[in-house]
């Protein structure tokens, strides 16, 4: 066997030792195949020692001319570094042959990114009638909307990832607050709660309640309606995608989880500071947050600082 497909092996096993989170590591085995690929049409046999930075600029340089955009390419680049950093550390190679680190990554146009307004949430949030989800009024089809209107109205407000709402238990939610323990990079946060989603809550606890009363579930906050099983974020897409047919979401919208994401950021930046923002997001950093700046509108740029100019704030009469 290749000695990398002997490696890759290893280095999927130190990604769950190290308790990274699924959807990383399907990525990274996904692009490092890929990588893989491409040096196994060049060569049988390949060396880790033997490649080279300019054969991994080969590499991108070919997934670039099929079109692809700089910030696939910088995922390629990200999971090639992620590789040789672990070989790297199980000292399978001198840091000084760490080629990955001559490779740069490839600058990313800087694009508005595109959500829902207030009228398309409303939509998604109404469009969760339990007729849309059965043509009886069974307590299969009000479990389902009451479900999927809580699911939009957390998404909506709170911003959370749907990982991370996926992954919430019974005891995380409460009135005052959220409490986020599988957050990205496995950081630990609290977000609030509003009146609005708490109200829905109840509603939505209630017929669960009912609706597992003599089933088998399991302790998590959403479940899904055949088996009591944690409610997967496969689910929650196909949810949204179909809510957006329903809907008739404007096209340039995606119609995905994080674009709930996205509108809550832009609707807290237009109210709060980026730091408090960037808190409640659980970003990395601020200068993530501030890429959400970027995609408000001029007209509502103009709307929320027009009585804040210098001479407005001045009193009346003194020009």
Request: positive net charge; contains cysteine.
């Amino acid at each position: 066997m290749n000695e990398l497909r002997l490696l890759e092996k290893e280095f999927y096993f130190n990604c769950e030792a190290t308790g990274l989170q699924n959807k990383t590591i399907v990525r990274y085995r996904k692009c490092f195949n890929i990588f893989l690929k491409y040096l196994e049409e060049k060569s049988d046999y390949i060396e880790l020692e033997s490649i080279t930075a300019n054969q991994i600029k080969a590499f991108l340089l070919s997934l670039k001319h099929k079109g692809r955009a700089e910030s696939y390419l910088n995922t390629h680049i990200k999971t090639i570094r992620a590789f040789y950093r672990f070989c790297v550390d199980e000292e399978y190679l001198e840091q000084s042959q760490n080629v990955a680190l001559k490779v740069k990554f490839f600058r990313q146009k800087k694009t508005i990114i595109r959500t829902f307004n207030d009228d398309e949430v409303l939509q998604m949030i109404n469009a969760c009638d339990r007729s849309k989800f059965g043509k009886k009024d069974s307590l299969f089809s009000k479990y389902l909307s009451q479900r999927n209107k809580f699911i939009i109205m957390l998404l909506a407000d709170t911003g959370l990832r749907c990982d991370e709402m996926c992954h919430l238990r019974n005891d995380d939610f409460s009135e005052n607050s959220i409490f986020v323990e599988r957050g990205k990079n496995n950081k630990e946060r609290q977000v609030y709660t509003s009146l609005p989603v708490i109200n829905q809550y109840f509603k939505y606890m209630r017929i669960k309640q009912l609706y597992f009363k003599d089933k088998l579930h399991a302790d998590y906050l959403l479940l899904g309606a055949y088996d009591g099983t944690r409610l997967s974020v496969n689910a929650v897409e196909g949810l949204i995608k179909k809510l957006g047919k329903r809907c008739n979401i404007r096209k340039e919208i995606r119609c995905a989880p994080h674009d709930f994401r996205h509108y809550a950021a832009i609707k807290l930046l237009q109210q709060t500071d980026v730091y408090q923002t960037s808190r409640i997001l659980g970003h990395s950093s601020t200068r993530v947050t501030e890429i959400y700046l970027r995609s408000m509108q001029t007209d509502q740029i103009i709307k929320n600082t027009r009585n804040k100019s210098p001479l407005s704030q001045l009193k009346k009469g003194r020009y």
